[in-house]
């Protein structure tokens, strides 16, 4: 009785933790909520006195709302990319991390199993060694880290979301820059449409206190926008910078460590191949809440690899207009 009686507890807190987890989402979606009742209702249909201001006001209103919503939707209910399956030991190497009590030893194994897997790792471990993740029993892929709260190993991770509820990774970042800049543009046409009004406001109430239900919604909503304007901007603007580095937030804090020492331009491959790995290639749909991102979140090129191919590319160039040259003089 008292085994079943600590399971439904263990149950009952891990519901409450799911719970209080979700609680910064249902906040995001109330204020949306009341964002619309106030902005399209009390704004544009009550206080919008002109039709061709109310139906470009609701126009433009909605094209960035549905953006916005699709955007944090994809955002919060991407699913989480685990390592893929070679990366997990296999039970012998798991028999012989345990029969084996110094690091150097468990070190060699795990380079052993890498090699023996054919796994793509350049990011080293603080000591030099193989990233291994005990609790998930996986080699990490580069630039994987293990999220405590989402308890797994993610691909690319960047950061966990509190606001999202989930982690910020390779699968769904091109989503999480689209709701900050959607967030961003949509607080920012509703602060902007919304100042002449409550400028008004603020003139007409010098001689007149008493303030009605609509119109401390309308008040309410340029604070709310300004707000929000100034926070989402700030991310948004940052991770565009992020996004042109190809760096995570935690590589910019950490750089991640190779054999030749740690490096945050590591993946750095120009503005645009930066900004075409998390977007795609196609640069119509850059915009869109659709998945586009290149690669699978394992295999990453580095500025050096890259450096060293342009490097042999241009030697192979240049002998090949030697040889040309040469038979020229020869003719």
């Known amino acids: 009785m008292g085994g079943c009686d600590g399971e439904s507890t263990n149950v009952c807190i891990r519901l409450f933790i799911n719970l209080i987890r979700w609680l910064p989402v249902i906040f995001v979606t109330a204020i949306v909520g009341w964002a619309y009742y106030a902005y399209v209702y009390q704004l544009s249909i009550l206080t919008v006195e002109s039709l ?33 399956a070679e990366f997990y030991i296999t039970r012998d190497c798991m028999e012989e991390l345990n ?25 080293r471990a603080f000591e030099g ?56 543009t949509l607080c ?18 010098t001689v007149n206190n008493r303030v009605v239900f609509g119109q401390f919604n309308v008040v309410f909503l340029f604070f709310v926008s300004s707000m929000f304007c100034l926070s989402l901007g700030c991310l948004f603007f940052y991770h ?9 937030t935690l590589e910019s804090f950490r750089p991640p460590l190779f054999l030749h020492g740690p490096d945050k331009r ?38 050096q690899l890259m450096e060293s191919r342009e490097a042999v590319r241009l030697l192979d160039c240049t002998d090949e207009e030697d040889d040309e040259d040469f038979f020229n003089r020869i003719v």
């Open 52 to 84: 061709s201001l109310q139906i470009l006001y609701l126009l433009v209103f909605h094209i960035l709302l549905i953006l916005f919503v699709a955007s944090y939707y994809q955002t919060v209910f991407a699913p989480l990319h685990k390592p893929p």
């Open 99 to 123: 029969d084996s009590s110094e690091d150097n030893n468990q070190s060699d194994i795990l380079q052993r199993f890498v090699q023996l897997q054919g796994l793509p790792i350049k990011v």
């Open 129 to 184: 060694g193989v990233r291994y993740c005990p609790k998930c029993k996986c080699i990490k892929p580069d630039r994987s880290h293990h999220c405590s709260i989402c308890s797994q190993c993610v691909r690319k991770f960047d950061h966990h979301c509190p606001w999202v509820n989930t982690c910020v990774s390779f699968h769904n970042y091109k989503f999480f820059v689209l709701f900050l800049g959607y967030g961003f």
């Open 188 to 205: 920012l046409w509703g602060a902007l449409t919304d100042l002449p009004y409550f400028i008004e406001f603020w003139q007409n109430n």
């Open 240 to 248: 565009l910078l992020l996004t042109a580095r190809n760096r995570t």
């Open 266 to 303: 590591a993946y750095d491959m120009g503005i645009f191949r930066n900004y075409r790995q998390v977007f795609g290639s196609n640069p119509f749909l850059w915009l869109l809440p659709v998945y586009t991102s290149d690669g699978d979140g394992v295999n990453f090129t580095t500025r």
